[in-house]
């Protein structure tokens, strides 16, 4: 899903590490190198500005106290409808949980079928799901503003979408890395994400 050069994060106990990465794949690949908790990608390619000369792309992540802005942005190819469900601070949901944020977010996507919207890409996040429009939007003021009063009017339906994922250098889970938030228990287990379908968008 990467289009462009992406800027990867992986949470660990010793901080955050960061890379850029035009390939999801080996992007994949340098995160399973990390003990990591949680990973992610930016929605949206970086400018060529942003990067350094010295910058290489495709390598290592590294500890990193600086990441990507909002105006470090290129352009907005997603928008992102996150489906989290609730539960307590630092843990991971209960399958029943994520049952209710898996029926939330289908019934979120059928209603804008319905309207005319494309197939989204669909995501298991590992906790709850993901649903990821194709979008060809401008980083500008505008583009902040439509993308922000989307989530929240559809948020008055849906009670676990989330409505921060608006800036323009959000950050989304990587699909096939390991969702570990808080302790791994039976009832509570660490899980996989993974990219369920690709969408016609």
Not at 84 to 103: F, V
Not at 118 to 146: E, K, T
């Amino acid at each position: 899903m990467f289009a462009g050069i992406h800027e990867v994060r992986a949470k660990t106990p010793q901080g955050i590490f960061a890379g850029y990465f035009n390939s999801e794949p080996v992007a994949l690949a340098a995160v399973e190198r990390l003990d990591y908790t949680a990973a992610w990608a930016t929605l949206s390619p970086l400018r060529s500005d942003a990067l350094t000369p010295d910058t290489v792309i495709n390598a290592e992540l590294v500890r990193t106290y600086n990441t990507a802005a909002d105006s470090h942005i290129l352009r907005r190819d997603w928008l992102l409808l996150d489906f989290d469900p609730p539960r307590p601070t630092g843990t991971n949901s209960t399958d029943a949980e994520k049952a209710a944020a898996r029926q939330q977010a289908g019934e979120c996507r059928d209603e804008l079928a319905a309207l005319g919207w494309p197939a989204p890409a669909v995501i298991d996040s590992g906790n709850g799901f993901h649903l990821r429009y194709r979008i060809n939007l401008p980083n500008d003021a505008a583009a902040h503003a439509l993308v922000r009063g989307v989530l929240r009017s559809l948020a008055a339906q849906y009670s676990m979408l989330d409505v921060t994922n608006y800036n323009a250098a959000r950050v989304a889970k990587l699909p096939g890395t390991w969702a570990r938030k808080g302790e791994h228990t039976a009832e509570r287990p660490h899980r996989v994400s993974a990219l369920l379908s690709e969408g016609s968008g």
